[in-house]
């Protein structure tokens, strides 16, 4: 697959986030990344559709805001 190198703007924790975490880590956020705008670029549906989906989902499977502050704090 043939990738290319964008710029995007994040919050400032989900920079320091993604700074610290292993190399392993990054490359894993990366390609979740790639595959949910890709995902956006392929839908009929508005991106807030989709990322009300997206919350809609990982809540009924348990997600918290705290769950998802420990993942994106794991060193």
């Known amino acids: 697959m043939e990738t290319k190198m964008i710029q995007i703007r994040v919050s400032s924790e989900a920079a320091q986030a993604?700074?610290?975490a292993s190399e392993a880590e990054q490359r894993k956020l990366d390609a979740l990344l790639s595959l949910k705008l890709s995902e956006v670029?392929?839908?009929k549906r508005p991106l807030e559709v989709i990322m009300s989906e997206i919350?809609?989902?990982a809540q009924e499977r348990g997600m918290t805001p705290e769950?998802?502050?420990s993942i994106?704090?794991?060193r």
């Open 41 to 43: 670029g392929r839908a």
């Open 67 to 69: 769950i998802l502050e």
């Open 18 to 20: 993604y700074e610290i």
């Open 72 to 74: 994106l704090n794991e």
């Open 55 to 57: 919350s809609r989902k």
